[in-house]
Nanobody, 124 residues
Framework: QLQLVESGGGLVQAGGSLRLSCAAS????????MAWFRQAPGKEREFVSY????????NYADAVKGRFTISRDNVKNTAYLQMNSLEPEDTAAYYC?????????????????WGQGTQVTVSS
């Protein structure tokens, strides 16, 4: 069973940057589509970005397009989310997710495995 562990969250001022990491173990990483979701207090979980198995296809939520970049290293079994120009509205718990499927989806229900989350707080 695939296990996902996020890291890299923290407190940053508006306009700053963070890079989140998602380390995978217990499975063949290249078989999984990887994604990031986030959930702010009192709000529903929302899609942030996904990356296909080979890294060729990516997609971003409109709210982060142009500021966030998803990537993966299939040798290190790790997915990343580079977050630049952070805004207070980006404050949330960020979750890494994996789907054992070729289908690329922005729906959380399409993902089979989830990490425990890492908190990102952006101060104004």
């Amino acid at each position: 069973q695939l296990q996902l562990v996020e890291s890299g969250g923290g407190l940053v001022q508006a306009g700053g940057s963070l890079r989140l990491s998602c380390a995978a173990s217990g499975g063949t990483f290249i078989r999984y589509t990887m994604a990031w979701f986030r959930q702010a207090p009192g709000k529903e979980r929302e899609f942030v970005s996904y990356i296909s198995r080979n890294g060729y296809y990516t997609n971003y939520a409109d709210a982060v397009k142009g500021r966030f970049t998803i990537s993966r290293d299939n040798v290190k079994n790790t997915a990343y989310l580079q977050m630049n120009s952070l805004e207070p509205e980006d404050t949330a718990a960020y979750y890494c997710a994996a789907a054992n499927s070729l289908r690329l989806t922005t729906e959380g229900s399409g993902y089979d495995y989830w990490g425990q989350g890492t908190q990102v707080t952006v101060s104004s």
